[in-house]
């Protein structure tokens, strides 16, 4: 069975909602969707699903503590991680929870494709499924044009462990991608843990502790990425951030010179703007607009009214941009 995963909690209340309404939107009311707990904030979650027949919240504790473990084992084998950790204020493992989208490869679905609670579906999914029956893994961004934040690149080891070439085609954002189910056996992952054991760990970077995870665990038992980024002409390709300010838009679908996004990146955005967009604080953020169409599409009566734009806005929009792009080097 396919099915789309994601990681929540209810501090993305809106978000998820958002999600889940785009995802109905494009696939269909049926389309079977599992949720991964982020944390135990989850009873806001839980009621709203109890509408929604083909949504599901994770609740195997076995596998969630089997990727807990594991997640915790990764880390203590870095070197630097804890201090970086410490430096920068977080309390035990840095983001400690967002891992936990690593259920999926012990969840329900046979082959699925993971979104992030800041995204949203714009477009058709099944040739990303199709390709999966070539490849590992499928992934449709723009990551390769920036090593920092998957990998440290100030180490020495990287380039020993991956080559130049692996390095500028294999790297993805972890906010999208598809792959299959038991792509990981235990005897793999313990492998992991002895290259990292070994040395290899300083390659990792701490701060994005998920989102570098998945990438060596992908790349280094060389399990094939393909990247629709990479490898679609130029005519068919789009971006898929929010750092993009040329998108059109089209009965609630984004379009990228007249190609269909397959889905948008509100990457950068905190989740508590959302949070005050939906209690009608008037915030402009890039596709504002679309995000208040999913987020009420089946509600349209409490959906916020803005009489005029928010004058800090273009200050914040740009800002965010900035600093996105900094990050993602995206299209």
């Known amino acids: 069975m396919d099915g789309i995963c994601t990681l929540a909690n209810d501090v993305i209340y809106d978000q998820l909602v958002a999600l889940l309404n785009s995802i109905e939107s494009i696939l269909g009311a049926d389309f079977p969707v599992c949720i991964y707990p982020y944390d135990h904030r989850v009873e806001e979650i839980k009621k ?4 929604r027949p083909n949504v599901i919240l994770f609740d195997d504790q076995q596998i969630i ?4 473990n594991f ?14 950790w410490d430096k920068s204020g977080s309390k035990g493992y840095h983001r400690f929870g967002t891992h936990r989208r690593y259920c999926a490869f012990d969840g329900p679905f046979d082959r699925f494709i993971y979104m992030d609670g800041d995204t949203l579906l714009m477009g058709p999914v ?4 199709h390709k999966l029956e070539e490849h590992d893994c499928i992934v449709y961004d723009f990551q390769y044009k920036d090593l920092t934040h998957v990998y440290d690149v100030t180490s020495r080891k990287l380039k020993q462990v991956f080559s130049a070439e692996r390095l500028s085609r294999e790297i993805f954002c972890s906010g999208f991608y598809a792959t299959k189910k038991e792509l990981f056996k235990p005897e793999e992952k313990e492998w992991l843990i002895e290259q990292l054991q070994a040395g290899e ?7 994005a502790p998920d989102q570098t995870i998945i990438n060596y665990m992908m790349m280094r038992p060389k399990h094939t990425i393909y990247n629709l980024a990479l490898e679609l002409p130029a005519s068919q390709k789009t971006g898929c951030c929010v750092t993009s300010s040329h998108f059109l838009e089209k009965a609630h679908i984004l379009y990228d010179k007249d190609v269909r996004l397959t ?7 905190p989740s508590s703007i959302f949070k005050k967009v939906c209690q009608a604080e008037d915030i402009v953020f890039p596709y504002r607009d679309i995000f208040l169409d999913y987020r009420y599409l089946k509600e349209p009566e409490n959906r916020p009214t803005f009489s005029q734009t928010n004058q800090t806005a273009p200050n914040f929009t740009q800002q965010l941009i900035t600093k996105v792009k900094q990050i993602l080097g995206a299209k």
Not at 65 to 68: F, G
Not at 201 to 207: F, R, W
């Open 48 to 51: 709203h699903i109890a509408k």
């Open 263 to 269: 889905y948008l990146h509100y990457i950068g955005i």
């Open 201 to 207: 760990a300083e390659i990792l970077y701490p701060m």
């Open 71 to 84: 997640a915790k084992r990764v880390w203590d084998t870095h070197p630097t991680a804890r201090a970086k």
């Open 126 to 129: 099944e040739a990303i499924f």
């Open 65 to 68: 503590d089997k990727w807990d």
